[in-house]
Structure formats: C-alpha cells, structure tokens
C-alpha cells in the first residue's frame, strides 16, 4: 500500500499561545480508524488525549509517522502584519515542512491538506511551488472529517496545543482559558495582564482582541466599523471612504467582522463584502461579479 499524509492545525483562532499544525503518515489509513482518528473537534479532551497516547504506540511500531510544529504568537504576528504575508501563507510554508518531514521518513505519494481558504485548488497549487516534490497534493475544506489521517492530524495538533496552554497555566500559575477571544476566562486574563511586557510573548499582538485593548493605531475598532470612530491611518481611511461612504449608496451596511482577520465587513443585496487586515478584498455571494464590478468602478482593491 502507498504510504499517505494528513496535515492539520489547532490554534488558528486563539489570542494566547501558539499554533500547533501536525502531519500525520501512514500506510494503512483503517488502523488510524481502529484507533479512533476523527475530526478532533468531534472528540472530548479525554478522548483526545487516549487516541493520542495510541497514536504514539503506533509510531513507536513504525506504522505510522507523525510530526508538529508550534508556531509562536510573534512568528504569527509577523505574518499577520508582513506587508507581502498573512496568516494562510504562513500555514503553506509550515505544510510544506511538515510534509517534507514525511517524505523523508517514508515514501509518501499523497497528501491531503485541511485547506484554511475556499479556493482550494489555488492553495493546492501554490502548496506545490513551494514543496518542489513528487506528490499529489489534495487540498480540500474540512478534510479532518473526511479522511482519517488528517483527523489524526488534528488531534496531535490539538493535544499539542492543549498541553502547551495546561503548561502555561501552571507556570503563569494562571487561569487564562481556552485563549480564543469569546471565552470569558481568556478576556479577564487578557485585560488584566495584556501590559504586562513580561507576558507579551504569550500574547498574539496582532489580534483585534489585544489591539482594542491596548489601543494599537492598526486595527479598526468596533467603533471604526460602526463609522463611530475616526480611522487612524490613510490606508484606513481610503478604505472607510470606499466601503462605507459608496456601498453604503448601493445597499450595503456594515456589519461585525466574524474573526480578528477582518477589518470590514458588508452586507449588501446577495453579497458580502470582507476587508482583510492583510489587504485582501473578498466577495461573496449569488451577485458577487455584479459587486465586484461595482467596487472596481469605485477603486476598491
């Protein structure tokens, strides 16, 4: 049988602590079944944690491999502000590693990527020009439920992070959560401590949740969004003229960005318009050519 790869992350959302992607390798995929190899988020942390003590046993056998990488809040707010990076091209170069690590412990014909974008075949393409090797790159959204080895994946990548942050607690001798912004613990630990120099390695920075607090000049507040607020630089500000004082002409209203990535969103007749920290302008929805169309005679990029 081929020998196949999953990659996976854990982490993408948090405010606090690193992200954790794995790739996972085998070359029997039922066995990662008989083990209990899923969606992480459709198992406890208990579960979690048993399927990854028989993933390890697997692998102290040789019939399976697996690798991780926790990237840090500073190499995540590096990429998240990179004037030419963001967050899904830093998930690519770590893929990339990552499936590297497998080819050279097996000879792996196919990887199947939990793809963080929808145009997956783009990601899958741009995936290859990076890796320069001999395999089948599958790209797809929510690939942790559909095959087993990214499910495995997705638990080492989870259970990685989750010892990360049970350490933390310990050390900090803290209760900070989860670390994803809405949960209540991570809030309170976060005002109490986001200016503490000390513990700004501990921090993602580049996040909507910490800059609202810390009163960062580069990210929109929700007050920006609801036009209350003066936006801070030029670039905000050519941006606000588009989206709000135009669309605004063409039914759209503003609404609340969905993640710490966004710095506007839209919603107008059929379609969403999203601004992302990065630069990126998205558009979604049954009239999106009719929209795009109509930012492009605005000047919108």
């Known amino acids: 049988m081929a020998w196949i790869c999953g990659v996976e992350e854990a982490g993408r959302g948090p405010v606090i602590g690193p ?116 395999v089948e790159l599958i790209a797809e959204n929510k690939a942790d439920e559909r095959y087993p080895v990214v499910g495995a994946a997705s638990i080492i990548a989870k259970v990685t992070r989750d010892r990360e942050i049970e350490q933390l607690k310990r050390k900090l001798n803290a209760n900070l959560g989860s670390g994803y912004p809405a949960d209540p613990l991570t809030q309170q630990f976060l005002r109490e401590n986001y200016r503490k120099k000390e513990l700004r390695s501990i921090f993602r920075t580049s996040w909507a949740s910490y800059k609202n607090l810390a009163g960062a000049a580069g990210q929109a507040t929700l007050g920006a969004f609801a036009g209350f607020e003066k936006p801070k630089t030029p670039k905000l500000e050519r941006d606000m003229k588009i989206m709000y004082d135009k669309l605004l002409a063409h039914g759209f209203s503003y609404a609340e960005p969905k993640t710490q990535y966004e710095l506007v969103r839209m919603n107008g007749p059929d379609a969403t318009v999203i601004k992302y920290t990065t630069g990126k302008l998205l558009v979604q929805g049954k009239k999106k050519a009719e929209t795009e169309t109509i930012l492009k005679r605005l000047g919108a990029s």
């Open 19 to 134: 992200m954790a992607m794995a790739s996972c390798w085998t070359e029997d995929e039922e066995l990662l079944r008989k083990v209990g190899c899923k969606d992480s988020k459709q198992l406890t942390p208990q579960q979690r944690e048993e399927v990854f003590e028989r993933l390890e046993s697997l692998k102290e056998k040789g019939t399976i491999g697996f690798s991780v990488i926790l990237l840090s809040p500073a190499e995540i707010d590096a990429a998240v502000e990179g004037e030419h990076d963001n967050l899904n091209k830093l998930e690519q170069r770590t893929t990339a590693t990552l499936i590297t690590a497998a080819l050279k412990d097996e000879k792996v014909t196919t990887a199947y990527i939990d793809c963080p974008t929808t145009n997956t075949k783009k990601y899958a393409d741009e995936l290859a020009r990076i890796l320069k090797e001999d």
